[in-house]
């Protein structure tokens, strides 16, 4: 079992959906947790950065995370084509460490 | 303006080469990165340094090797001894404490002919 899954997608919505994008894990030891949009060819970018349990919402974009089910997952409200990215959610186990474990991205289009 | 810069964009090589992979960054982050993007696959670790003239190997160092004789440079050098060089190559920076998400460069892509 890979210590983190994500559903590789591709995900095709129409324009204006809520998107639903996830990751499980199997490391308990897991506290930080963060999603990253990578446009083709591109370098990721932060998108959402939280720690332990709970939600974080910024713009159209909320995390989530449940501890206790190993699931984290990232909505995006009112979708733009310009969305049209892979999503990877990356995590670690303490804040000193440099150990990130990143999932294999889910690949998202938003249709016009 | 603060950031990661990699160069170059794309790079080919011939089969029995060493590449080195440039890598830069200005916002005074300590800890270093590199990654290789496969398709379908995650991000895999090649090396990471957390301070000057200190660095780690990752999860595929073999074939590859680094230097970090200043704060700011991280370079990679992907040796002849690598199987499968060609991939998407990114670098990335963290602070080493506190709230340290990393930042990631624009990649490199290299193609072994």
């Known amino acids: 079992q890979k210590e983190v899954e994500q559903d590789p997608g591709p995900l095709s919505v129409p324009e204006g959906a809520i998107v639903s994008l996830n990751c499980t894990y199997s490391?308990?030891?897991?506290?930080?947790f963060m999603w990253y949009r990578q446009y083709s060819r591109k370098g990721p970018e932060l998108l959402m950065y939280t720690y332990s349990s709970g939600n974080k919402e910024d713009g159209r974009f909320t995390a989530q995370v449940d501890k206790s089910s190993k699931y984290i997952s990232l909505f995006i409200r009112d979708s733009q084509p310009s969305d049209s990215a892979t999503y990877l959610c990356?995590?670690?186990?303490?804040?000193?460490?440099?150990?990130?474990?990143f999932g294999p991205g889910t690949r998202l289009s938003v249709l016009p | 303006d603060g950031g990661i810069t990699q160069s170059p964009k794309y790079l080919f090589r011939k089969e029995g080469q060493n590449v080195t992979l440039s890598c830069e960054q200005n916002l005074n982050h300590d800890a270093m990165y590199w990654y290789r993007q496969d398709p379908g696959q995650g991000l895999r670790l090649i090396y990471y340094s957390q301070i000057v003239n200190d660095f780690q190997k990752g999860d595929i160092a073999e074939g590859y090797s680094v230097s970090r004789e200043k704060k700011e440079s991280f370079p990679l050098t992907v040796t002849s001894a690598q199987k499968n060089p060609t991939a998407f190559y990114l670098c990335?920076?963290?602070?080493?404490?506190?709230?340290?998400?990393?930042?990631f460069g624009p990649g490199t892509r290299l193609t072994v002919l």
């Open positions: 990335a920076s963290s602070r080493r404490e506190g709230l340290n998400w990393q930042f």
């Open positions: 990356a995590m670690k186990a303490d804040n000193y460490g440099q150990n990130f474990v």
């Open positions: 490391n308990s030891a897991f506290q930080y």
